[in-house]
């Protein structure tokens, strides 16, 4: 089997095909210390491709809580315990990949989902880990349990929106025997052709983040397409735009080697590492990349991200002595617009984009928002101000 | 639940009793919902509203600062959600289908207090060690 | 590549799959019309010779099977005039004919070459140069044909949705128009999407693994049926067609002949399937 070069686990891995990277990779930042849960991406997602019939229990995004949220039911935990505990030592990923630990039947290890999997899409929502412990944990032996406060909180939790990944090493690509899945040489986005798709579902087994869906309707299987009719327009796609709590940025990346320094998603993975990818020993190479949520246990988040979560956390809680890193975090969410370039205008005190396919300055935001005090009482209008109505 | 939209209603909870199979579809309408009675603010009270809103009843207004008494349109009008309530849960049946057994996700290990032994490891982070 | 490595392989090896000799089904004519004998219950398949053929799990390609559930194939086969049939019969217990609830359809498939003959042409699926001809029955598209096309609230009667965008209705019929903007795979015919179909069938052309085509004219028919925990089906083709993709038959010759079955209860679909090695099939009559 060839041999491609993953980065994210800092060695070369088995994979079915000869490694060719894209021209261009589009690529996805989510910052998961401001995820909500509002679903506005979600609802975004959905009315915009899969409000058809047979498309009913589809979500091409999803937002679940973790740890105790799942869409399908125990996605992660059902691959995590069929490729068994891992090792990395350091920054290299010493335990097997998805190809490398696949039964010898198989192409890549995976399971395919119960259709009752589906039933449970906000299975989980904000419960919490740590508050619900039975037995002798919290000093009561009578099963009575429950958390108490002890100066430390045991408890929490945290939103974890997810996509189709575009991964460079696709196990859905590589699962479907009839090639009737693509990486595109442009940009990146991995596609399904619903010409050629026979329904085998072998992308759905194959796909640790379970992204394939299959349609009942048409009996063929689709998946996020990155919304690539606007991407092509230099556009970011529905979920980005949509983003209310603006956790979102996309735009293309490059290897590592070639990051551009002032390419905001370079910027963000390659030069300060603060955003990280979604399981990466599975592999896949995953291009959604995550910064993790500050509050949680490091070692849940090594399991979900990788050695660098300490590094990234620690990167994201300096933010505020580092304008340049606040510029760019300070951009998600302010343009429709693919950026190619940002900076800080250090006199304006203010981020600013370069649009990727004119090169124009599209958007600038201030660091810091504009503070104005009034005095209670309006002398002029004889008025008092009140803060509410 | 979130902002769930199919809440019951009459006709619903009718169908639900009148009905052979029971699915709480309203056979007049045709409307579905997603619970056999109540809804995703069932903390409260059912489909009747808590307050009266009487001629008597003393409220601030929606806007500035008077005190009034009687109708007054807010938010939710007439009567605003409910801020608090005492809630008495009392078991209704088994989770399982047909009434029998856990609810497929405790039974799969899933829920909290339900943790399988994959699943406690997963929830410590013990799929993956650090040299 | 593969497919002739290996059959060079097999050659070297001595070895053979799941049959070591082939075996040759014997088509008799008939004077019986076509549409009784699309019948597979109809009497006069039972004075047609019978075959039985090893059925293998296909361990070639992943992913494989490395454990089949079904063994043996009956096979029988007939002639009129202008069309050759093939009936297949084999054990299982399951009828399973749905594609929604996570599920997969029973089928089967009768392989002929295209061009070549059986030494040059790979059994499994073909090779780029050597096309095969497939006729492929599923059970849920006769299952479509007989019940009504087996949509989304067929597999959940309980179902309730308020509308799908720009569609007149819910029920599968109403998805048309603009509707289809949600479902590519209808506007761009895919043949899986096939809501109307008038044969449980369809007629392929492939060159290899992954390489099977749908063709987009159909000139063959078929029948299933499942009884008794057998299921059998009986394909019509004519010996002649007028499409240059399709092997060209003739009454009095033999030709290779392979087959194929899939177990929709142990989620059988694509290369997870029962296949064999070239067998042949003597066409009876007067050329």
Redesign the interface.
């Known amino acids: 089997m060839p041999k491609v070069f993953n980065w994210q686990i800092g060695r070369e891995m088995e994979f079915p095909y000869e490694g060719a990277r894209p021209d261009n990779q589009f690529a996805y930042i989510f910052d998961l210390n401001k995820c909500i849960a509002c679903?506005t991406c979600t609802i975004a997602c959905k009315?915009t491709?899969?409000?058809?019939?047979?498309?009913?229990t589809m979500l091409w995004n999803n937002v679940e809580t973790k740890?105790?949220g799942?869409f399908p039911?125990?996605w992660?935990?059902k691959i995590?315990?069929l490729?068994?505990?891992?090792?990395?030592?350091?920054d290299v990923y010493?335990g097997k990949t998805l190809f490398e630990a696949a039964e010898?039947?198989?192409?890549v290890l995976g399971y395919?989902?119960?259709?009752?999997d589906y039933a449970?899409p906000?299975?989980?929502?904000d419960?919490c880990?740590g508050?619900?412990?039975?037995g002798a944990v919290n000093g009561r032996s009578d099963g009575s349990?429950g958390a108490y406060f002890d100066a430390v909180h045991h408890s929490w939790m945290f939103y974890l929106p997810r996509i189709c990944n575009h991964c460079t090493y696709p196990a859905c690509l590589s699962?479907c025997?009839?090639?009737s899945i693509y990486k595109r040489k442009m940009d990146g986005i991995v596609l399904i052709d619903?010409?050629?798709?026979?329904?085998?579902?072998?992308c759905i087994k194959g796909c640790p983040y379970k992204r394939p869906f299959?349609?009942?309707?048409?009996?063929?299987s689709?998946k996020c397409i990155a919304c690539y009719p606007f991407v092509e327009q230099g556009q970011q796609p529905q979920c980005v735009v949509t983003c209310i709590g603006k956790i979102r940025l996309s735009g293309y990346l490059s290897t590592p080697e070639k990051s551009i320094k002032n390419h905001p998603m370079d910027y963000l993975i390659h030069e300060k590492r603060i955003a990280l990818p979604l399981y990466p020993?599975f592999g896949l190479e995953p291009n959604v990349y995550y910064i993790p949520p500050v509050h949680v246990?490091p070692?849940?988040?090594?399991?979900?991200f990788g050695?660098r979560v300490r590094h990234a956390i620690e990167t994201y809680r300096s933010a505020h002595k580092d304008p340049e890193l606040l510029s760019a975090l300070t951009l998600f969410g302010c343009t429709e617009r693919i950026l190619k370039a940002f900076k800080y205008d250090k006199s304006a005190n203010e981020a600013v984009g370069i649009d990727m396919m004119n090169g124009t300055e599209v958007v600038c935001v201030p660091l810091t928002e504009p503070v104005i005090v009034r005095p209670l009482h309006d002398q002029k209008l004889g008025a008092y101000r009140h803060n509410i109505? | 639940?979130?902002h769930n939209m199919y809440g019951a209603c009459k006709g619903t909870v009718d169908a639900t009793r009148n009905r052979p199979d029971g699915l709480a579809k309203s056979e007049e309408t045709g409307y579905q919902s997603l619970f056999r009675s109540g809804s995703h603010q069932s903390c409260t009270r059912g489909y009747i509203k808590p307050t009266h809103m009487t001629d008597s009843l003393v409220r601030k207004g929606?806007?500035?600062q008077e005190i009034g008494k009687g109708f007054a349109a807010d938010i939710h009008c007439p009567t605003g959600a409910p801020r608090e309530s005492f809630v008495r849960i009392t078991r209704a049946e088994a989770g399982g289908m047909n009434g029998k057994g856990l609810w497929?996700?405790a039974e799969?290990g899933?829920?909290?207090?339900y943790e399988t032994d994959?699943?406690k490891?997963?929830?410590?982070?013990?799929?993956?060690?650090?040299? | 590549m593969k497919n002739t490595l290996f059959l060079s392989a097999l050659a070297l090896l001595g070895l053979t799959g799941p049959a070591l000799a082939q075996t040759t089904i014997e088509s008799k004519p008939t004077r019986t019309s076509l549409d009784e004998m699309l019948k597979p219950g109809h009497q006069e398949w039972q004075s047609m010779p019978e075959s039985t053929i090893k059925m293998a799990p296909q361990n070639i390609?992943?992913?494989?099977?490395?454990k089949g559930t079904f063994q043996e194939l009956k096979v029988r086969s007939s002639v009129t005039k202008n069309w050759l049939l093939i009936r297949m019969e084999w054990e299982d217990p399951n009828a399973d004919a749905e594609?929604?609830?996570?599920?997969f359809s029973d089928a089967c498939a009768v392989q002929f070459c295209a061009k070549g003959d059986a030494k040059d042409t790979s059994p499994f699926m073909g090779n780029p140069g050597k096309p095969v001809h497939i006729l492929h029955w599923k059970a849920i598209w006769q299952a479509d044909i007989e019940l009504g096309y087996?949509?989304?609230e067929h597999?959940y009667p309980n179902?309730y949705?308020d509308y799908?965008?720009l569609?007149e209705g819910?029920k599968?019929e109403d998805?048309k128009g603009p509707?289809l903007?949600?479902?590519?795979?209808?506007s761009?015919?895919?043949p899986?999407?096939l809501t109307q179909r008038k044969q449980p069938m369809e007629e392929l052309v492939a060159v290899g693994?992954?390489?099977?085509t749908s063709q987009a004219h159909l000139d063959a028919k078929a029948n299933g049926q499942h009884s008794n925990k057998k299921w059998s089906v009986v394909f019509a083709r004519p010996l002649e067609t007028p499409d240059p993709s399709d092997s060209q038959l003739k009454a009095g010759s033999s030709v290779p002949i392979a087959f194929a079955l899939w177990d929709g209860a142990t989620?059988n679909?694509?290369?997870r399937k029962h296949y064999c090695m070239w067998q042949t099939l003597k066409i009876g009559g007067t050329p």
């Open positions: 679903q009315t491709w899969t409000a058809g019939k047979g498309q009913e740890p105790y799942y039911l125990g992660d935990l995590l315990d490729l068994g505990a891992q090792s990395w030592d350091g010493t010898s039947d198989e192409i395919l989902p119960d259709d009752m449970n906000n299975i989980g929502e419960d880990y508050t619900t412990f039975k349990g699962s025997t009839r090639k619903q010409t050629r798709c026979r329904g085998y579902r072998e299959y349609n009942p309707h048409t009996r063929t689709e020993q246990p070692q849940f988040l090594t399991q979900m050695p109505t | 639940m979130w929606a806007f500035g497929r996700p799969l899933l829920r909290p207090t994959a699943m490891r997963f929830l410590e982070g013990k799929y993956i060690k650090e040299k | 390609a992943k992913p494989m099977l490395s594609l929604t609830r996570g599920e087996r949509d989304v597999g179902m949705v799908y965008p569609a819910k599968t998805i509707a903007q949600y479902n590519p795979a209808r761009l015919n895919n899986m999407s693994f992954g390489s099977a989620r679909r694509g290369g």
